[in-house]
Nanobody, 124 residues
């Protein structure tokens, strides 16, 4: 069983920065992809950034140039550096893990394991 634990959420003013972390434990596949997703109140879960087993990265258009996803496999940890935050970035952020390399890294469907989520609130 795979477990994901996020940390690093909080409240910041617009223009601020936060760094999310996701620690992975358990029996992962040899090849796996990881991603960050978010869900705002009343909205569906959307992909923010993801990285596949070869290190290829995808970003949602809304966060390109502001967010950076990275991974430290030695520490089994996934990160999301979020800069120039906007009020519309307010959401619960989840990290997720998929076996292999999904055809769409920003679709939540292929991701089988999920963290509990961490709240990010950006005030105007």
């Amino acid at each position: 069983q795979v477990q994901l634990v996020e940390s690093g959420g909080g409240s910041v003013p617009a223009g601020g920065s936060l760094r999310l972390s996701c620690e992975v434990s358990g029996d992962t596949s040899t090849r796996y992809s990881m991603g960050w997703f978010r869900q705002a109140p009343g909205k569906g879960r959307e992909g923010v950034a993801a990285i596949d087993s070869d290190g290829s990265i995808s970003y949602a258009d809304s966060v390109k140039g502001r967010f950076t996803i990275s991974q430290d496999k030695a520490k089994n940890t996934l990160y999301l550096q979020m800069n120039s935050l906007k009020p519309e970035d307010t959401a619960v952020y989840y990290c997720a893990l998929a076996d292999g390399d999904p055809w769409s890294l920003l679709s939540p469907t292929p991701f089988r394991f999920w963290g509990q989520g961490t709240q990010v609130t950006v005030s105007s």
